[in-house]
């Protein structure tokens, strides 16, 4: 049987890759929204719509987990705003994530609530803070 326990002392750098993959990915949501690239086939919302908004948060909120500073209250904030935006744009559609095309927000969703538990990690500013002496992230 396979000694999978080795693996262990990677799930540091590999909490950090998830973070980071997450949060470029999740840029490009807002960057689609607010500059219009990639071009996206609905044109930008005004800033202060409730669209815009959206933009602005997933913008500044991907940089700030990209960059693992004050990851736990950005991902905590970030889970929520999928959550809503899962429940006003997609559950009324369909019942169904398939259907209803709201599988990434479920998975946006969940990641960033996980990533509110296990904070941004070692190799992330808040790391950096905590290891220099720093207070709570």
């Known amino acids: ?3 999978f326990g080795a693996f262990e002392k990677w799930s540091p750098c590999m909490l950090a ?6 949060a470029l990915l999740f840029l490009e949501h807002g960057t689609a929204k607010l500059l ?4 996206s086939p609905n ?7 409730l669209l815009g908004i959206q933009g602005v948060i997933e913008i500044v909120g991907s940089l700030l987990v990209l960059v693992g500073l004050w990851t736990r209250p950005v ?8 959550a809503v935006a899962y429940f006003m744009v997609h559950f009324p559609r369909s019942f169904f994530p398939l259907l ?6 479920i998975l946006y969703c969940f990641l960033f609530l996980y990533l509110f538990f296990a ?5 992330s500013l808040d ?3 905590h290891a220099h002496g720093s207070s709570a992230d």
């Open 36 to 39: 219009g690239f990639p071009p």
């Open 119 to 123: 904070g941004g990690g070692p190799l």
């Open 17 to 22: 890759v998830v973070r980071i993959v997450a």
């Open 100 to 105: 209803n095309a709201g599988d990434a927000a």
């Open 43 to 49: 044109p930008g919302p005004a800033l202060f719509s």
């Open 127 to 129: 790391g950096t803070r």
């Open 75 to 82: 991902a905590f904030i970030l889970a929520g705003d999928m």
């Open 1 to 3: 049987m396979a000694n």
